[in-house]
């Protein structure tokens, strides 16, 4: 992802980064977020530790944050400055020659390695990894990946000291796998960070509504230590399902991460943003969470299914329009909310000239005044298009402390953690060896459609995958763009079962010889595996 | 549409109402809303007069309207009282019946008549038009419709006593067709102005942009006097076509309207609100622009398309529950905006119960506090779902007395009176003699799902007409419950070509007999004679 003021150039280093889940905790647990389960002694109404994630998304704390010239918080006392978040590479490409301080041909121009995991480490389900990276733009890669099994722990009621209390039972409740890509902006240590939390707030956030996951459907009440009996009447008419808790836990757990890595950058004088794009099984179902640039696609033998939307200044324009709306001091008097088809100038003054407000899906004439000549809160698109000038995400973790240069103007209260969640039945869609889903950062999409890569995925089912190199040559006549070759060769040479009997090693061959942008990432994963 | 504590109920009179557009202005026009054309002389920045539907729509103007303790803007002067709107029905019902005065046999319980438009009186492209009421609760007919020829003219340039001009050429330069319903509440009044007055707003606003919708693609300026050839490179980018004009010109209508209807009704001392339903045909396209619960479809030989989403409490709860986070002010204390499956009582308190907020698609737990027993922002759920406990919609023209019973708290910054506008290419559909456009409040679409509309349809098409009974006899087998009858036999017995035969008063026998909750009033169009 490219964010225009942000991007960096330079070298580039690289580690290992905990992707499995966090150990479990022993004995009680601390408050999991907002959805958490409770001591009950201490259910006080309005207890800052029942609800702390939500209690903080109140108008009072958003006027305080963002509002400038309103009252401001108190300053918080100073903290020890923590060190720096270490760069790593994902954990999974240990032994790829991709560990911080091993000699990176990406160094040279003209060899853009593709770094996926070594022969025999298998990830969950057959899934495969690739990364590649511009080694003269960013001295970091800012993409990183996680991946593991997801491990759900229940809640059990025990007694101690005279007190009720929550206890967890050690063992595996719930498995789902997890699988997530990070696309970091302004540096990578909001990618790392949340590569290394995301899972963790997701299992907590899960663990403190497994018990109605399980249920037939959803009570209305999730006591500590049973399932009361709820009036089935409201809760079957709203039509709750389980699915909705696991939507519910991977919208929370995503705002629990943003405020992690909020205080961890904070503490350790560090600065930046990611993409995150996640994809979760349990239960039988696939959930896709975005919030971000990235995408994810399912490829079928007929069918290529978008999994998520990418969340752009241009896609959300009415959102931010509208908020600026509502709060006009967010743009401090530097911006106009209105949307031109260019930057207005001075010689347009009094003209009439085409516009955009929040509530227009639309166009209309306006005639301009002296305020729409200010830099637009929406300049430019597609590729280009930036939040305040400044961002190219209008949704992603981090980048609390971000504002437009020069200026007190935050980025925040514009730039949304909440993902959106796709959810898929697998059951239902009888899935087949052939299915695969491809998650990428938007390196890979900047030069491929979903069309193009799923013919190549196609390429290597088993019917089609004689001929290794048909794929390539055929990308190469279709598309002349080399760049695209190089992904799909990272994709491909890398990958064994079931649709890829390639020969890794020729697959390589010409691989950094194409003209790369952008850093990208990208996992595939055989969905059938469940 | 049934607006729970807005319902009344009684007695029903009939009359006539200008659907026609209104006549042309003679000479210079007033300024159209805020795409207006602007006399040149005029244009100074923040002029008032160039953009007054705009200049309203701005954070000072919403936090004097809505905000509570906020500054109160200056009371108006008293203005002479205004005769109520007088009721009236569709002007092409003259000659059914239906006039006022009239008696009416809707008046007896166990005869609901059906109302069309008289035979030899044609609706614009062999359209059709049918609508019932129940007597025993209403004693007005709140649905209202109209349908015309749009006739937008040109503006030209002139000198008139040494100042430059715009004036009007009195010439058709562009013409569409028009039809719309709407749908009313807490009384006609709002209904009735809505029929008089939308296609003259909309009229005016594509007339304010009617140049840049005939140029090849929209220029970036727009001056009274020629098109001022545009950087290309910018308005191209950006992919403005002249469908987006159109597509703004209802956006912008739909508010002028509103404005309309709130001044009328404050003068007149009378209240209400109404949906409004539009279709537009205009250079070979058709629009379709919804706010509310009212809906269109197209039928075609083997596809249903829905052409307009229904805007309620709860198919935008996010939108509201986000309005109501950033300006709690707005629900003063008496209202949760959290979502839980039912109204939470004093033994909920301190339990985990379900709940969604602003940013939540899914649902999570959380620990009930004292405010979470307030009465829910939106409440009820599907029909029965109701804004602030009052209101079943969640956009719609009027309503800008409302406010929630017993209280300061105002239904009209929850209520939006933007319309969601659909584009349909009807050049690009290829469209054949049976493909048939749907319009109906939801009376229809409580009883008939959009299938069953099309099955009824379809059975009228040519080749399908020869026995003007199987539709009623299919769907008498299929569908058990009455009222489903009623509807069709209302919307077939009044039609004739092209695909139905039917002698009208064979099918008019047994109306009246079943069970009619709401009255409704549908439109239908034959959309290839365009």
Redesign the interface.
Known sequence: MAAHRLRGGGRLGFGGVTAQPAPPCPGPLPPPG??GQ?R?PS?????PR??PG?CA???DW?RRRFLLGGPLPAPRPPRPRASPVPYRRPRFLRGSGSSPGTADASYRPDARPVRSPVRGRALPWNAGYAEIINAEKSEFNEDQAACGKLCIRRFEFGVEEDQEWLTLCPEEFLTGHYWALFDGHGGPAAAILAANTLHSCLRR?LE??VE?MVATQ?P?????HCI?P??PQ??E??G?RA??????????AF?ECDEVIGRELEASGQVGGCTALVAVTLQGKLYVANAGDSRAILVRRDEVRPLSSEFTPESERQRIQQ?A????ELLAGEFTRLEF??RLKGD???????F??H?????????????DLKYPLIHG?GRQARLLGTLAVSRGLGDHQLKVLDTNIQLKPFL?S?P??TVLDMDQLELQEEDVVVMATDGLWDVLSNEQVAWLVRSFLPGNREDPHRAKDAVATEDSNFASQNHLQARCQCERPPWSTADGDSWTKGIGQGCQEEQTACVWIQVSNA
């Open positions: 907002s959805g409770c009950r259910l006080l109404p309005g207890s029942a609800v939500r998304m109140s108008a958003f956030q403190a509504v109605g959803p209305m009440h999730l006591s500590g009361c709820s009036d409201f809760v008419e709203k709750i699915e909705d808790l696991v939507v519910g836990a991977l919208e929370s705002q908020l709306f509502l709060y006009p088809p260019r347009d003054l009094g003209q009439k000239v085409l955009r407000d509530h227009m899906s639309g166009w209309s004439y306006k005639c301009v005044e002296q305020s698109q949304l909440v959106q969640v």
